[in-house]
């Protein structure tokens, strides 16, 4: 049986990564594109050549033509630009919308079956915009966030306790920005809910509230520090999960941008909400509970995403 096919459309700090992390796990062959020639090329090679040292076997390849992701599985949308310090997600809208036209458009032609993860920002109205220029079913475009941001919940959280990573689980609803949701009553240390975990003295809610904080400024926390770009290894880390449960019909539960069509109260839009990942893509949104509280940050959220697509449909009004 021949391998499964992957493309990582951006070759830049996560492609690159989302490269080697895929090659090194043998999910497929990977093919990097970048409209910079040369970077995905020499990426591509870099990694191929690490090969028999890592001991996989992968097909990496780099190329500047959209003919090479002829029949991709899996498509992994990084190209645009990433925030520098002082910059929100959403100042990158302008530039984004237009790369995701052209990736939208790149992928309808040559990989349309494929499923199809975004990651550029800003998320939510990007993978909506990627979706609308695309054509193909909502199913099989999503956006990474969720993955991330839960993953840095529970990276916070297992410091606090002084327990492993593996034990902790975390919960992150809504638009992947300053108006995320991340559920405490939803997330557990070894099964045993956070708020539960401060009236057993394990934590107190002033620590709790600031590591909810922390989670949602993960994002600019990185940015602060590295100067010249943004975070890639979690992010690439995150897609990868996506992508592994989608090509080995894991039926994962994994919170993601997904089209949201009635569930929520919400109508054919783009936000962050549990999902289950296997071979048909989004195969199920699933609807939690919210208290009143966790719904009007809910409900903040969308807005926020709302206003996104708004300021989309302003710049390009085919997206209208
Ligand atoms: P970077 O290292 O700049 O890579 C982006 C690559 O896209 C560059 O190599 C560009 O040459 C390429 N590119 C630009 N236009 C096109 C085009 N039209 N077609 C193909 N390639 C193109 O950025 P990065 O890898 O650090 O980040 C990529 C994106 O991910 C940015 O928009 C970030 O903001 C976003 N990001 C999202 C998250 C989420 O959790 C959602 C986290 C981190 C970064």
Not at 94 to 101: D, E, F, Q, T
Request: glycine share 12%.
């Amino acid at each position: 049986m021949a391998r499964p096919k992957i493309a990582l459309i951006g070759a830049g700090q996560i492609g690159g990564t989302l490269a080697h992390l895929a090659a090194m796990r043998e999910l497929g062959d990977v093919v990097l594109f970048d409209i910079v020639d040369g970077v995905p090329q020499g990426k591509a090679l870099d990694i191929a050549e690490s090969s028999p040292i890592g001991k996989f076997d992968a097909g990496v390849t780099g190329t500047s033509s959209y003919e090479a992701i002829a029949g991709a599985d899996v498509c992994i949308v990084t190209a645009g630009v990433p925030r520098k310090p002082g910059m929100s997600r959403d100042d990158l809208l302008g530039i984004n919308l237009k790369v995701m036209k052209s990736v939208g458009e790149g992928i309808a032609k040559h990989a349309p079956d494929a499923f199809v993860i975004c990651i550029t920002n800003p998320l939510d109205a990007m993978v909506w915009a990627l979706r609308q220029f695309s054509g193909m079913p909502a199913e099989k475009v999503v956006g990474m966030a969720g993955v991330l941001d839960s993953g840095r919940f529970r990276y916070f959280l297992a410091e606090e306790f002084g327990v492993s990573v593996k034990d902790v689980n975390a919960f992150v609803l809504g638009g992947h920005g300053d108006t995320m949701v991340p559920l405490s009553r939803y997330s557990t240390v070894g099964g045993i809910p956070l708020p539960d975990l401060v009236e057993m003295g394990w934590t107190t809610q002033e620590k709790l509230d600031a590591i909810i904080q922390r989670t949602r400024d993960g994002g600019a926390e990185i940015v602060g520090l590295l100067k010249t770009g943004s975070a890639f290894y979690a992010p690439a880390a995150s897609a990868i999960e996506m992508a592994e449960a989608y090509l080995k019909d894991q039926k994962r539960v994994l919170p993601c941008a997904a089209h949201v069509d009635g569930a929520y109260g919400l109508k054919g839009m783009y936000v962050g909400v549990p999902t289950v990942i296997g071979a048909g893509g989004v195969e199920k949104i699933i609807e939690i509970k919210l208290d009143r509280n966790d719904k009007t940050a809910f409900d903040k959220s969308v807005d926020a995403v709302k206003g996104l697509v708004e300021a989309c449909k302003g710049i390009d009004p085919t997206l209208a």
